[in-house]
């Protein structure tokens, strides 16, 4: 069994959201000083490659520790969506999938953007949802839905409706994805888990796949 | 198949090795002002329930991230060492395993220190390995031995004998396991991904086993 990487890399110069702050880490102790390496790390919940709790984006609803750990561990389906790059994602182009779908845990939509991670590209033109798609993925036993670019939302969108009509629905969403190009398209497992906070609205995670 | 958390909370008030800073996380965006939730967090590398890179303690050796992902899961063997509180954890002890010990990736000794977090007997008395029990131990091709307490050396420990040696061997050592009355004896599969930073001494994780 393999494990393929989907994080990127955790440092001051990464990729963040407009508006968040860059994530800072440093060297605090020495071995030569101190007699031990020790760093600093000051993130936050949705820095980097990350789950979104539903309580990221919806009132009442439920923060990461809320779910049992096999929520954030499951078979997975990743779907080529670059054809869809400065579009939407339609509905009926996901409907050929249906069965699929059905079948798995994760749902993950590879739009080519983890390419583009770290240049101004990257918060651009990556192909979205639809609504009536979002809508309609709801209907599933979906544990997660997971991208390879900076927000399931266009960056400039104010109200975020793709947030909320997944997310409401109780699925995940992994932002940030790296790699999704070394998955096959089906026959591999998933895993996001999240560091152990209280109240977690969301977690930076080493997201991994497992490959037979 | 089950998922077993191996983790304590990392929160504010949370044990933390004497001398290091205490991490803070607090919510820095809510849904009623910005319309979503985010925290901000600040640990260190050895945070809680974490893993130490050779390079952590021995000079010249691997950061985490100078191993592959496979480093971090792989089989186990949880052990009682309850008896040995207060003493050291003798070889003539292990070698009573030392076949099941020659077929694991992973050893984890449950000293049921665990179940003193947060208490000030947390950082006294645990059972720690004599330093020709450690010596033995980097005989086999072990991945990691864990520990379910503050350090794999008594906390007053200057010269930090026992790091040394297994580090030494390029064995991880993983600290402050939770848990580990969960799991059997043998027959379960441990996992410890580190998050993914350059020249990483250590790593705070959401530590997990898993059990058919």
Known sequence: MQIIDLSHEIHAEMTIFGGTEKPEIHRKNSIQKDGFNLHEIHINSHTGTHVDAPAHMVLGTKYLDDFPLSQFYGSGLMLQVNRFAGKEISLSFLKNYEDQIQE?????????????????????????????????????????????????????????????????????????????DSLPEEGFYFQCLPLKINKADGSTARIVAFVE
């Open 104 to 180: 798995v845990d994760f749902l993950l939509l590879n739009s080519s953007w983890h390419k583009l991670w770290e240049s101004p590209e990257y918060h651009q033109n990556y192909p979205v949802l639809s609504l009536e798609s979002a809508k309609w993925l709801t209907q599933f036993k979906l544990k997660g839905i997971g991208f390879d670019y900076i927000s399931i939302d266009p960056v400039e969108s104010q109200d975020v409706p793709l947030h909320k009509i997944i997310l409401g629905a109780e699925i995940l969403i992994i932002e940030n994805l790296n790699n999704l």
